[in-house]
């Protein structure tokens, strides 16, 4: 694959973060610099995420208080897709599919709104990996696998994610085997991941969700199911490792909101 002198951006910022107990914003506009409380204060995540992505065009995606996101991030040469439904990381890709459509570059990152600290670095080494894989995920390993995706790997290749509610009822031996975790961070061949998208829109699953205090079967998308369907047919899914699990935290509540805040204090050299 012709390398790159620009990539395209997607990242993932419709979502409201329902852990985040007492705030009532969009989880990704948070502040990585505390003021009055946790969730007063300047310096919002997304803003971080923005400056370390690849030079290139780069797609928001909004729903929950997409105003306030708008506004947040005007400094920035951004467009924003509307994710009608918050029906998972795939549905935010196929909310995105004209943006795919339309760029000429060949190489696309992935990321989450709600992960700060992933590094320029990082997603240069994500991209560089496309040369010899047609998807590349960012893993890493953690102290505590916790209820996170595992990566299943032979060699260099990354042949399944598997998700908590499968790995939780592994033998201990395999369950220790698996020890590399998907952060949600990825780089993807422009041109396949087009060619998925009618196959991932094909095939929604069904998902048990709380909603006004019932349960619900409601249809979900999720981008990690795109590694299936290409190994399937063939194609090579590969894999970077971080070496600092805390470049890979997401923010999903308090106790991680606060935690970073304390990171970013660190990384500037105020501890």
Same mark, same amino acid.
């Given at each position: 694959?012709?390398k790159?002198?620009n990539?395209? #951006?997607i990242i993932?910022?419709?979502g409201r973060? #329902?852990?985040?107990?007492?705030? @009532?914003g969009? %989880?990704t506009?948070?502040?990585l !610099?505390?003021? %009055? #409380?946790?969730? $007063? ?7 971080h !995420? ?6 290139g ?5 909004? *729903?929950?208080? #997409?105003? @306030?996101? +708008? ?6 040469d ?11 990381t ?6 995105v599919r $004209?943006f795919?459509e339309n ?6 990152? &992935?990321?989450?709104?709600? &992960?700060?600290?992933?590094k320029?670095?990082?997603y @240069?080494?994500?991209?560089? %990996?496309?040369d010899k894989?047609?998807? &590349?995920?960012l ?5 505590d696998?916790?209820?996170?995706g595992? =990566?299943?790997?032979?060699?260099d290749?990354? +042949?399944k994610i ?6 939780? @009822? ?5 369950q220790k085997?698996l ?8 780089a993807v061949r ?5 060619d998925y =998208?009618p &196959?991932?829109e094909?095939?929604? /699953?069904?998902v048990?969700?709380?909603? *006004? ?8 998308y ?8 290409m *190994? ?11 070496? *600092? ?6 923010i999903?509540d308090?106790a991680?909101? $606060?935690?970073?805040q304390q990171?970013?204090k660190?990384m /500037?050299?105020c501890?």
């Amino acid at each position: 694959m012709t390398k790159d002198t620009n990539t395209a #951006s997607i990242i993932m910022a419709a979502g409201r973060g #329902s852990r985040m107990k007492s705030y @009532d914003g969009n %989880k990704t506009l948070l502040p990585l !610099i505390p003021g %009055k #409380s946790l969730f $007063e204060g300047s310096y919002p995540v997304l803003l971080h !995420i923005l400056k370390a992505l690849p030079a290139g065009p780069k797609a928001l995606v909004v *729903n929950y208080k #997409s105003e @306030d996101i +708008k506004k947040a991030t005007q400094g920035f040469d951004l467009t924003y897709w509307c994710q009608p439904k918050l029906n998972g990381t795939g549905g935010a890709i196929l909310a995105v599919r $004209e943006f795919i459509e339309n760029q000429s570059c060949n190489s696309l990152a &992935v990321t989450m709104g709600d &992960v700060p600290f992933i590094k320029a670095g990082t997603y @240069d080494r994500l991209l560089d %990996k496309l040369d010899k894989h047609h998807f &590349v995920i960012l893993g890493f390993v953690p102290e505590d696998k916790k209820r996170y995706g595992v =990566l299943e790997i032979q060699g260099d290749q990354v +042949k399944k994610i598997t998700e908590w509610k499968y790995w939780k @009822d592994f033998s201990e031996k395999d369950q220790k085997a698996l020890t590399i975790c998907n952060s949600g961070i990825y780089a993807v061949r422009r041109k396949c991941l087009l060619d998925y =998208l009618p &196959v991932l829109e094909s095939r929604p /699953q069904i998902v048990h969700k709380e909603r *006004n205090g019932e349960m619900v079967a409601v249809q979900e998308y999720f981008l990690t199911d795109i590694v299936e369907y290409m *190994n399937k047919d063939n194609l090579s899914i590969g894999y970077v490792l971080t070496d *600092n699990e805390m470049e890979t935290m997401g923010i999903d509540d308090p106790a991680s909101l $606060e935690k970073a805040q304390q990171c970013y204090k660190k990384m /500037q050299g105020c501890a």
